[in-house]
């Protein structure tokens, strides 16, 4: 399959990621599940109290694993919960946020879901620096869906202009 066909299933976009209407969006979570700040303050705000409930019965999620629950108050059906990797500038903190992708990619298609949303998982208090983890989550992603035709829509959601322009920068070099 050639880049472009594969590039064809992903977009970036610059905005709110509690406001997508997708099958599934991406908290970069804690590893405790149960709500911090950033982005995964947000998500547990929008999506009610119901999540917390529901994250207090997973029992956490370790680094580079992910984990699945209802989307409850937010536009979408399915909520699925990462935990990046604190920036250390190690080989092992690359392998760990490529796992966030991948492992959030094949929960998703284990779910039957035709779209997903990703933040910049760990590039906020977990300090990953952005362009670094833009080209692993773009080339983890790439790497996906090049062998899978399930997904049909990969969004990369950033909420700052200056991270927006990271990330089509960088894709830009695909398509």
Do not use: W
Not at 71 to 76: K, R, T
Not at 122 to 133: D, E, H, I, R
Request: charge should be positive; charged fraction near 20%.
């Amino acid at each position: 399959m050639m880049k472009n066909a594969v590039f064809d299933r992903v977009e970036v976009m610059q905005g709110d990621i509690t406001t997508l209407k997708l099958d599934a969006i991406v908290n970069a979570a804690n590893r405790s599940l149960l709500g911090g700040g950033g982005v995964d303050g947000a998500i547990h705000r929008a999506a009610g109290p119901e999540l917390l409930s529901e994250c207090r019965k997973i029992g956490g999620c370790s680094t580079g694993m992910a984990k699945i629950t209802k989307g409850y108050n937010l536009p979408v059906k399915y909520i699925i919960h990462t935990v990046g990797p604190v920036y250390r500038g190690t080989d092992e903190d690359r392998r760990l946020l490529s796992h966030c992708y991948l492992n959030s990619l094949k929960l998703a298609v284990k779910n039957h879901t035709m779209s997903i949303a990703f933040p910049a998982i760990s590039c906020g208090a977990y300090g990953y620096p952005l362009k670094k983890a833009c080209r692993i989550a773009i080339d983890t992603t790439y790497d996906f869906l090049k062998n899978n035709r399930t997904l049909k829509k990969v969004v990369f959601i950033l909420f700052s202009a200056d991270d927006y322009n990271v990330y089509k920068k960088y894709l830009k070099i695909f398509v």
